[in-house]
């Protein structure tokens, strides 16, 4: 009879108790010859069917861990939204996956000490983490737990487990990120005008405004040249259709050519008039 402990261990292990339609399905690929000669190259010639990892056993799950974090890594990269990406963080993240599978492969005993050398694996190597710098974002952290979890489910010997969960959790996180869930509304460009005392501006831009701009924030006022004019500042969002020259054409004509200065949020562009 075919020994199933090991590198399948963990399904049949759930399987068995009820016989779901999984653990029917793993008995059926039992049969099939193909399936036969793997389960049985992974659990007999490579020692998987041992309650003791053995040395290719650690090398196999040192390998895994390496593919899986360089997936994390290439996917902190493609959705770095920073200043400068550090190269040195990219590279602590695999090293990290990969140090804490091999830890708690290492550490694991017979069967009565799996749970308890699983568990101060984990202890161990959330332990011997110290960071003698601040982190510039909160995801550097959350990127940090996800490398060891995903390691701990390698050295856990709970490979497919680990290696869906990281595929699955990387998709997520590539989604929000590139969809930009949640992303608060930010102004596009920095406005500032300048009018004579005798413009209620608090009315005379929103026929321009309402055709230009999609949002607008009034953030301060003030008095300039002896009290002669007052100068503006808004917070914009210019609508898309429209470019910054048009609404800078369309509010001189209402503030009699004074002063317009169009400011991108970005900042890669300032456009304006004296």
Known sequence: MLHTTGFFSPLLAVAAPEEPALGL??????????????????????????????LPEICFAALLSFGLMSLIA???????????????????????????????????????SKAMATGFGMFAAFSMIRFRTSFSESRDVAFIFFAMTAGLGVGARQYGLAAVTTALI?????????????????????????????????????????????????????????????????NISLRAQHKPGELVAAIQQVNGNNRVLLTSAAPSRTLGTE
């Open 170 to 234: 990387c998709a997520m996180i590539y989604l929000f990120s590139r969809g930009n869930w949640f992303a608060p509304n930010r102004a596009s460009h920095y406005l500032r005008v300048r009018v004579t005392n005798d413009i209620n501006y608090d009315t005379a831009f929103e026929t321009v405004f309402a055709k230009f701009i999609e949002r607008h924030d009034l953030v301060s006022v003030e008095s300039i040249q002896a009290g002669m004019m007052t100068e503006l500042r808004y």
């Open 74 to 112: 290439a996917l902190y990269k493609a959705t770095f939204r920073g200043p400068k990406l550090s190269q040195d963080y990219v590279h602590t993240l695999m090293i990290l996956g990969i140090v804490v599978s091999v830890i708690v492969m290492v550490i694991r005993g017979g069967d009565g």
């Open 25 to 54: 399905f793993l008995r059926v690929l039992q049969d099939i010859p193909g399936c036969k000669s793997l389960v049985n190259f992974f659990n007999v010639t490579l020692g998987f069917g041992s309650d003791a990892p053995g």
